[in-house]
């Protein structure tokens, strides 16, 4: 028999064991994802997977390869997404690769965490995690550049050049201005916010605004309406929403609210 490791998806926090029907397959190579009780109302949803080819050796050349990462990921995110979407169930996502070398330390290491479990699912039980980012929109400067063209010389030139700056300073401040108010008035709906400031990659300059919101579940439609007020109301912005998602940037205790 081939060798395998524990992998575990996702810490489940429910009254009752939620059934195992329909759950996706998991993980390339893997056993079926199937449920364990860790302790009262927390359960572990778990895999066996082989080691030849999620071993930390095969493993590490893996992780060069973005198409069958990007893949795994997918994977895993399918399991943990099926088990938000059960009734009663609150679900706290486990990070890619999380394995143990068998079932009692996959056990060991968990039960320690209890307290740790029981403060996550207060902060996020009955919420869904949803994504917003806020980049300007292109502006044309041609009339600008024009009118700069046909200034004469000198003074003339000078004054155009100045009125130029001074119209794109206004309007960079009218427009951060914009994504300030979009993120308090979103940040007012959510239970709470995750703001990050990294570029995406690809970008040349970060966001004006990318934030994770921890919305209740019970205000879903005030958000997504929120979301296409702000979208509408103006045109120097461009939003993106994503979600929503399994609370990934809400299970440690910091907060950027």
């Known amino acids: 028999m081939a060798e395998t490791a524990i992998y575990l998806y996702c810490i489940v926090h429910a009254s009752k064991m939620p059934s195992a029907a329909g759950v996706p397959p998991g993980l390339p190579?893997?056993?079926?994802?199937?449920?364990?009780?860790?302790a009262r109302s927390f359960r572990v949803v778990t895999a066996s997977v082989p080691l030849e080819v999620y071993g930390s050796d095969t493993l590490e050349a893996s992780l060069r390869n973005v198409p069958?990462?990007?893949?795994?990921?997918?994977?895993?995110?399918r399991v943990v997404e099926h088990f938000t979407r059960a009734t009663a169930c609150t679900v706290i996502p486990m990070k890619l690769f999380t394995m143990f070398s068998s079932e009692e330390l996959a056990d060991a290491a968990m039960r320690p965490r209890?307290?740790?479990?029981?403060?996550i699912v207060r902060r996020i039980a009955g919420?869904?995690?949803?994504?917003?980012?806020?980049?300007?929109?292109?502006?044309g400067g041609a009339e600008s550049a024009g009118e700069m063209t046909r200034a004469a010389s000198g003074t003339a030139f000078l004054a155009a050049k100045k009125a130029a700056r001074d119209v794109a300073r206004q309007s960079a401040s009218a427009v951060a201005e914009a994504a300030e108010d979009a993120y308090r008035?979103?940040?007012?709906?959510?239970?709470?916010?995750r703001r990050r400031g990294?570029?995406?990659?690809?970008?040349?300059?970060?966001?004006?605004?990318?934030?994770?919101?921890?919305?209740p579940s019970t205000r879903r439609k005030r958000f997504t309406a929120a979301v296409t007020k702000v979208a509408d109301s103006s045109d120097r912005i461009s939003v993106t929403?994503?979600?929503?998602?399994?609370?990934?940037?809400?299970?440690d205790s910091g907060s950027n609210a």
């Open 29 to 38: 190579g893997a056993t079926r994802p199937a449920l364990s009780t860790l």
């Open 68 to 77: 069958w990462v990007s893949d795994i990921a997918v994977a895993h995110e």
């Open 114 to 119: 209890l307290h740790e479990f029981q403060s």
């Open 127 to 139: 919420c869904e995690e949803w994504g917003v980012r806020i980049t300007p929109r292109a502006a």
């Open 185 to 193: 008035t979103l940040s007012a709906i959510a239970r709470d916010v």
């Open 198 to 215: 990294d570029i995406p990659e690809g970008a040349t300059s970060p966001p004006l605004l990318d934030a994770a919101f921890l919305v």
């Open 241 to 251: 929403l994503t979600g929503p998602w399994p609370s990934y940037n809400f299970i």
